[in-house]
């Protein structure tokens, strides 16, 4: 069977969002086999802190019944979502058979797997299709969207003939690693990779976002530099996705708290262009936090200030880079 570590090897430069500092930093090494897939526009998203359910041997396929029997387990920690697309033409039984052989490299121990068409994965051990799975993936909440637009729910994914999952550990006591690992089998358009992961025993404590809560709290305004838009463009970078996570976090934490985004630019392009841009970004955080971090949009408002609110020089590039910016003001 040829690999498909070697027949894919050439997407990992062009699709790895993250260099290997920074996915060792963030992510379970049990990610790393996906490197040779396309991940989606916002994947992985990284949650400091939360709880999901994992599937851990059959379960009934009613969705009222979810998370509800011996095999549903709850766990709570560094919770990280993950989705990845294969190249057409690879089945997702090569990538099931690859990917475990993988696990168990890494020192992962595979708890269950399942087939859906093959009866495996439910109670009643008749065959169903993908969906079956899909629905439960969603259940009791539906994982986020990680597409482009944010518009993709993962039961959709999985409107296949059948379907494959997996679930893994690795660890013993209060520090492990759990990952859950769903395949729609859709060779022809590329096989679709939906994971989750949970590393237990990271802290509760959410200091980035109390941090930023606090400096707010004082100056009723913060200026954010880690929030980057592709050059003339509304189009939110996955580098961004650490600074709106912790600004979610900060709302949730505040459940009373209201902010305007305000955003700003430097002086290429003239200001009927930069005010329409700076509108336009502002516009596009608070779109982020509310589709993709479920932000109440009544607590966010969004305004463009251009380039007439520069807090530095636009005679040379550094001034310009702390020109084009994002701040939160209190409401």
């Not at 500092?21 to 379970?28: C, G, H, I, R, T």
């Not at 404590?205 to 400096?215: D, F, H, K, P, Q």
Request: net charge negative; aromatic share 8%.
């Amino acid at each position: 069977m040829k690999r498909v570590t070697v027949a894919m090897l050439a997407t990992i430069v062009a699709f790895n969002f993250f260099t290997e500092a920074e996915a060792s930093a963030n992510l379970p090494v049990a990610l790393d086999f996906f490197k040779i897939a396309t991940p989606e526009a916002n994947s992985p998203r990284i949650i400091d802190y939360d709880e999901t359910w994992f599937i851990t041997g059959p379960v009934s396929d009613a969705t009222n019944n979810a998370t509800q029997g011996d095999h549903w387990k709850l766990e709570e920690g560094k919770l990280i979502y993950a989705y990845y697309r294969f190249q057409p033409g690879v089945s997702a039984l090569q990538i099931q058979r690859e990917y475990e052989a993988s696990l168990k490299e890494a020192g992962y121990e595979i708890g269950f797997s399942c087939v859906t068409d093959k009866g495996t994965c439910f109670l009643d051990t008749r065959p169903a299709p993908g969906v079956y799975l899909g629905l439960l993936l969603d259940a009791p909440r539906d994982m986020p969207a990680l597409d482009e637009h944010s518009m993709s729910y993962v039961r959709n994914y999985f409107n296949t003939s059948s379907a494959r999952y997996i679930y893994a550990t690795k660890g013993r006591g209060e520090n492990m690693t759990h990952i859950a690992v769903s395949l729609a089998d859709s060779p022809a358009k590329g096989v679709m990779a939906i994971t989750k992961s949970i590393m237990t025993g990271a802290s509760a404590a959410i200091t980035g976002a109390s941090s930023l809560r606090n400096e707010l709290k004082q100056n009723r305004t913060v200026s954010l530099d880690n929030l980057l838009f592709d050059v003339g463009s509304d189009i939110l970078l996955p580098l961004s996705r650490d600074q709106l996570h912790e600004i979610a976090m900060m709302m949730r934490e505040d459940p009373s708290m209201k902010l305007q985004i305000v955003g700003h630019t430097d002086s290429d392009g003239g200001h009927d262009y930069n005010l329409d841009l700076s509108q336009r970004r502002a516009a596009s955080v608070v779109r982020a936090l509310a589709e993709g971090f479920d932000i109440e949009r009544d607590r966010l408002s969004s305004s463009g200030k251009g380039l007439s609110e520069p807090v530095a020089s636009n005679d040379n590039e550094s001034g310009k880079a702390k020109n084009r910016r994002v701040e939160l003001r209190l409401q």
